[in-house]
């Protein structure tokens, strides 16, 4: 049985990986597009503007009330029906999962550069350092070791959650898995698979999460 | 002729609670003003309302003639009113000569070799120039202030102000920072002092400005301030200073 | 573009009962999600010679991977084995699998968290290793642990929403049937919407208030 498994898999290997692929463009691209608005909504909500801070938070309500797997079907099938405009599954769920992520990592580095001590910031504003000099010089630079363990568990989640794409249609590495299961019946071993496959790429980031949140947790 | 710091009726308010009201103040190029005042009597708050970092609600302020207000490019006027904090606020994450530098070459665009030079020559008076490529974590508290002192005074100020730069540290290192602004002092420089530290205080300022619940309750030159205060309230203070100093022996059980 | 209020209305009753499973799913895996995370905590915390590396097997395991992966692993490999459940057991399986490793670290923290100042200072006055536990350490650890636990609690409720996909009838999979039915496409979306805002932007908002309340209470940091 173990043999004939493993041909199986040796087999649909080319299958496989071109769904893997899939996947991972997604997840990579989510996280790309995550972590530059995640950076960028953590400083808008830090300037502390009015005008800025209440359609943010609402943004962040937003995401947080309606579960990602929602968001995923509004976005499929609500976007024809409001603009006419049909976007390709594939892009459905990387803008929802970018749109998702940026909310999760613009929370942490919203707290990241709040938990700085606030002489900082003055003792920056004293020298005449303008906001972008304030955030990029002096700011960004020391949130950077309390951000990056909590971020790395954002990339996480995003990976995991890009398996929701499959229910919309994305032909991911699930969905050719179903596909082969379709065909040969082997529910046990492409699961299995499915279950190492995502372990074995989340696995490694949220040991490393944990390493430099030790490593780097100083008082 | 026009003083370079002009209060007028100042006011400020935090919420509902009054922290400085009607505060009228002038500073003239090169006086040394330090203000004295128990806790709450919004010294630190008035100094802060000289940079930009806190704003009033009622009165005026002028730097240079020009007047100061919730649209003025406080940039601008930062490079020219320099500040040192309590808790000296080095940037930990770049070494003392970065820190240094920061402003002149970001802000001001000033030529590298330049700024280096002014920086290196004020490290060298301090005794700190070996400590330029030290991070702020390696150095002691009394050379972190210095160190701080000198970021402000890179910038080219024609004024500091001090906030209770003393106060956090160490006894044993109060001696080299109150050195550095009496060195400054001595210079020319025109600043404005929060202290408690009294002698200092008697040392180094042309003028004392006594504070209490937000208005200028005394003003004098420190020699008449210390040894004739005219008003009740900064008798008492005063007398809770002398206290300290004069601690009666206790009673032997 | 209208509305059709009428349909909406129509199909009420059926949204109100898809609420209820998606209640009922949630409390259930909340529960025993809740169990499976004591059993496991008094395993670390007892440091149980064979029992605490599955433990912390169990969790890197779980915490890992998708529920989507969990749940369909269980729903349509375990089969092939004989093991052969309905979507509703299914889905309590996966999301206790799933939970149960998520709360376990909520409460392996929350002890942790306790400083060790409290431990200390129970040591000095006398206190043995299980008045130690019953008297200092776990009741701090259980108020400490209280935000993260609900926040996981709210988590777990919204993740339902994945268990629809196993023909479970909770609000997701209600209005993909609808949509398919009656194509009324716009109408059970936007029921869906306003069906999530009420179940979860208020429990998100209730989760804030209590950070904010045990942030002045008695543990300052």
């Known amino acids: 049985m173990a043999s004939s498994g493993l041909e199986l898999l040796w087999v649909s290997a080319p299958q496989l990986a071109r769904g893997a692929w899939q996947t991972l463009s997604i997840s990579a691209s989510s996280i790309a597009f995550a972590t530059l608005g995640g950076i960028a909504y953590g400083v808008l909500r830090q300037l502390g503007k009015r005008w800025l801070d209440v359609p943010l938070r609402i943004y962040l309500e937003l995401f947080r009330a309606i579960p990602v797997l929602v968001w995923l079907y509004l976005l499929f099938f609500g976007l024809p029906i409001f603009t006419g405009l049909s976007l390709p599954s594939f892009w459905c769920a990387v803008l929802v999962l970018s749109l998702w992520g940026a909310s999760e990592v613009g929370e942490v580095v919203r707290g990241g550069l709040q938990s700085l001590p606030r002489g900082q910031r003055e003792a920056g504003l004293a020298i005449g350092l303008s906001a972008p000099q304030l955030y990029g010089q002096v700011l960004l630079p020391q949130a950077l070791k309390r951000i990056t363990p909590p971020t790395i568990n954002v990339y996480t989640r995003i990976i995991k959650t890009s398996s929701l794409a499959v229910l919309i249609g994305v032909v991911e590495v699930i969905k050719v898995g179903q596909q082969i299961i379709e065909r040969t019946y082997e529910s046990l071993l492409i699961y299995g698979f499915l279950f190492l496959f995502f372990f074995l790429l989340c696995y490694p980031l949220s040991a490393a999460s944990r390493v430099l949140e030790r490593r780097w947790s100083h008082a | ?253 | 573009m209208t509305f059709d209020w009428h349909f909406v209305l129509a199909t009420l009753p059926a949204f109100l009962k898809a609420v209820g499973v998606t209640l009922q799913v949630g409390a259930i895996a909340i529960a025993s999600s809740l169990l499976v995370a004591l059993v496991n905590s008094a395993i670390l915390v007892l440091r149980a010679p064979l029992l605490r590396p599955l433990v912390k097997g169990y969790v890197e395991l779980a915490r890992n991977t998708p529920l989507l992966i969990q749940l369909f692993f269980i729903y349509f490999a375990l089969p092939a084995a004989g093991i052969r459940l309905s979507g509703f057991a299914s889905a309590i399986i996966a999301m206790t699998f799933l939970g149960g490793a998520y709360l376990t670290e909520v409460l392996r923290a929350g002890v942790e968290a306790v400083p060790r100042a409290q431990i200390e200072s129970g040591l000095a006055i006398g206190l043995s290793r299980w008045q130690l536990l019953r008297h200092v350490i776990l009741p701090q650890a259980g108020i400490l642990s209280l935000p993260a636990l609900f926040a996981n609690f709210i988590f777990l409720l919204k993740e339902t929403t994945v268990v629809s996909a196993v023909a479970v009838p909770e609000i997701l999979y209600t209005t993909k049937s609808y949509i398919a039915l009656y194509y009324k496409t716009y109408e059970m979306l936007a029921v869906m919407t306003a069906l999530c805002v009420l179940l979860f932007l208020p429990l998100s908002l209730l989760l804030a208030r209590l950070e904010r309340r045990l942030q002045h209470g008695q543990f300052g940091a």
Not at chain 2, 128 to 140: N, T
Not at chain 2, 148 to 174: G, H, K, Q, S, Y
Request: aromatic residues 6%; proline residues 4%.
């Open chain 2, 1 to 253: 002729m026009t003083a370079l710091i002009e209060l007028s009726s100042f006011s400020k308010r935090f919420g509902d609670t009054p922290v400085l009201n009607a505060v009228d103040l002038r500073v003239e190029r090169g006086e040394v003003v330090v203000i004295l005042g128990p806790s709450g009597c919004g010294k630190s708050t008035l100094l802060r309302c000289l940079n930009g970092l806190e704003t009033g609600h009622a009165g005026k302020l002028h730097f240079a003639g020009r007047e100061l207000n919730g649209k003025t490019d406080w940039r601008d006027v930062r490079q020219r009113i320099g500040m040192v904090f309590q808790s000296y606020h080095l940037f930990p994450h770049k070494t003392v000569l970065e820190n240094l530098l920061l402003g002149p070459l970001r802000v001001q665009k000033r030529s590298f070799g330049e700024a280096l030079a002014q920086a290196e020559a004020l490290l060298e008076r301090v005794g700190l120039l070996d400590k330029r490529d030290a991070y702020p974590r390696q150095l002691s508290g009394g050379q972190q202030q210095r160190i701080a002192i000198l970021r402000a005074l890179c910038m080219n100020p024609e004024v500091m102000l001090f906030d209770e730069v003393t106060a956090a540290l160490d006894p044993e290192m109060v001696k080299e920072v109150l050195e550095v602004i009496l060195d400054l002092a001595e210079g020319g420089m025109t600043m404005l002092i929060v202290t408690h530290e009294m002698a200092f205080a008697r040392a180094v300022a042309d003028r004392i400005l006594f504070m209490d619940g937000g208005v200028i309750a005394e003003q004098n030159d420190p020699e008449t301030f210390f040894s004739n205060p005219q008003t009740a309230r900064a008798q008492q203070f005063l007398e809770k200073f002398s206290y300290v100093e004069n601690m009666p022996k206790r009673k032997s059980p």
